[in-house]
């Protein structure tokens, strides 16, 4: 290709300004950064890639942008307690690097001179975007797209075609931004462009007046009524003890906390009350606290009156126990999340560990949620899906040694789909931790009925971080692919609720809690209006149909 160069200086400062555009224009950080970075960002980094004519060279700018770009994304892996992370976000970024620097080598001036090209262009990174779905567990971590969520009006377009539809937008603006800066454009592809930029706001607009009127035609607003509990649990201290009683004692302490926390909204009005991924150590059916213990806790945090809700002494809840100073009830989680329930007379989703004995004795064990109805009416569990590698499940064989180094000896069983309950007459799916950022799965919850989403979640491994935050910012992508409102408790953030059309309708750390991190509950109203989406019928199939018709006759025109 022949370069189009520019003086050195002026490279630099373009270089530097499209770099800082979009390792910043996430919603995390700054997202009206985020709203120009997805009209110019990536043009102005691509105008200084075509002042080089040397394949090689260009590859590594384009590697090295990219790659330092995701690590300023990942840097709350830096927050981890264990160094290992380091390398992981390491491979994690040069992956992404050489992923985006081989997109970059079909960008030459001769191929931009068509105008074909800036929908092969925006096609081929969107599969690119796409493909990262199925590496090991699925890498979701901040597409392009979400640079157009910074704004509520352009974030309704992911009604239309997903967060990978939105990619696809961004790909094609700055390449045509890039086009008509290099080359003389007739007025026309000047409206074109125009029109382009200003779609996902005028889409915007029209979209959330339209289902705010019906939602104002079907009468009087329907709302759920949760508690959300972030007890902020440190993960570091559960599971070193050094003998079962202190364990014991630790654990029936945090489940004080979390009464604690939740006892103010007792008597009130509740319909669900969501406690966080993972929220205490040992299995759902471990029967290891003495009953005593447990109802001195429920008298302490609940009052006297507490006790008459307490759960029947029946297995697999419950069971006598010998031990040295004679037979006594002992219980287990499931017992305390069913009394819970009970006590607030609502429905409680909890993230607990759970196994299940195969016909063959192995023994599978799940990161799951559980929904337990007042009065033992039902109980229902569903698996996480995707699991964490080197957290949840170690992904190659030569790695696991360095995984045992950290405690990590085995591996969780992933559930088998997705699952809906229900809660008052409102069906719901549950996801776990970081499930929530894969719209593919969260829309297999929709096709099965559920009205709403409930997240439960632990990023306490990366404290005082932008983990929380920007997990939350997928959460609400979700929210507005499948038209229906979510509900998150996480152990240390964002603990919140967002509403059908992406807006959020409460978060901790604007009510009660100082920190994003910090401990508390709150209580919200959730508006359960909801909407069919195309994106609900249609899933990623859009973007990526639409993608390879692309591809496809590219070949067909240029071969």
Not at 302 to 311: A, K, R, V, W
Not at 396 to 411: E, H, N, P, Q, W
């Amino acid at each position: 290709m022949r370069s189009l160069p520019l003086p050195l200086r002026t490279q630099a400062i373009l270089f530097i300004v499209s770099w800082g555009i979009m390792a910043f224009g996430q919603p995390a950080w700054f997202g009206w950064l985020g709203l120009v970075g997805a009209v110019i960002g990536l043009a102005l980094f691509w105008r200084v890639l075509l002042c080089h004519e040397p394949w090689r060279r260009r590859l590594l700018i384009a590697i090295s942008w990219y790659a330092v770009i995701t690590a300023v994304h990942f840097s709350w892996a830096s927050s981890h307690p264990y160094t290992y992370i380091y390398g992981v976000t390491a491979g994690f970024c040069l992956l992404g690097g050489l992923q985006f620097g081989l997109f970059c080598l079909l960008i030459t001036p001769e191929r931009l001179k068509q105008p074909f090209f800036v929908l092969l262009g925006a096609a081929v990174w969107t599969l690119c975007e796409w493909s990262r779905l199925f590496f090991m567990s699925g890498y979701t971590w901040n597409p392009f797209g979400l640079l157009l969520t910074g704004s509520i009006y352009p974030l309704q377009t992911a009604s239309l075609w997903g967060i990978f539809g939105l990619t696809f937008w961004v790909t094609a603006v700055n390449l045509l931004v890039l086009r008509t800066w290099l080359y003389p454009s007739s007025w026309m592809a000047k409206g074109a462009l125009a029109s382009m930029v200003l779609f996902p706001y005028l889409f915007g607009v029209a979209h959330i007046a339209y289902h705010e009127s019906a939602n104002l035609r079907q009468g009087p607003p329907r709302t759920l009524t949760a508690v959300l509990v972030q007890p902020y649990s440190p993960v570091e201290n559960q599971g070193a003890f050094s003998t079962p009683e202190r364990a014991v004692s630790y654990v029936l302490g945090q489940w004080q906390h979390i009464l604690q926390l939740a006892a103010r909204y007792r008597g009130e009005k509740v319909d669900m009350v969501v406690l966080p991924e993972y929220m205490v150590p040992f299995g759902t059916y471990w029967t290891v606290y003495p009953l005593q213990a447990v109802k001195n806790l429920f008298v302490a945090t609940l009052g006297p009156d507490s006790l008459s809700t307490l759960p029947d002494l029946e297995a697999p809840d419950a069971q006598p126990i010998d031990t040295p100073s004679g037979k006594g009830w002992y219980v287990s989680n499931a017992y305390l999340a069913q009394a819970v329930a009970n006590a607030f007379h609502a429905g409680v989703v909890v993230g607990l560990q759970d196994d299940d004995e195969m016909d063959d004795g192995s023994i599978n064990v799940y990161s799951a949620a559980f929904h337990f109805c007042p009065g033992g009416a039902e109980r229902c569990r569903y698996e996480k899906q995707v699991l964490v590698p080197m957290g949840e499940y170690i992904p190659f064989s030569l790695v696991r040694d360095l995984a045992a180094r950290y405690g990590i000896l085995a591996s969780f069983t992933p559930g088998a789909g997705a699952k809906v309950f229900k809660c008052d007459e409102t069906p719901f799916g549950i996801s776990i931790c970081y499930e929530e950022t894969f719209g593919h799965l969260m829309r297999e919850n929709r096709s099965l009925g559920a009205d709403l989403l409930v997240n439960v979640t632990n990023d306490g491994w990366y404290p005082n971080s932008r983990l929380s935050q920007q997990h939350f910012d997928h959460a609400r992508a979700r929210t507005v692919e499948m038209g229906i409102p979510l509900i998150r408790s996480a152990n240390t953030g964002v603990t919140g609720a967002i509403d059908s059309l992406g807006r959020v309708v409460a978060v901790l750390e604007k009510e009660q809690a100082p920190l994003i991190d910090g401990p508390g509950a709150i209580k919200v109203e959730v508006p359960l209006y909801h909407y069919s989406t195309l994106y609900t019928h249609l899933g990623d199939g859009l973007a990526v149909v639409l993608s390879l018709l692309i591809i496809g006759l590219a070949f067909k025109k240029w071969a």
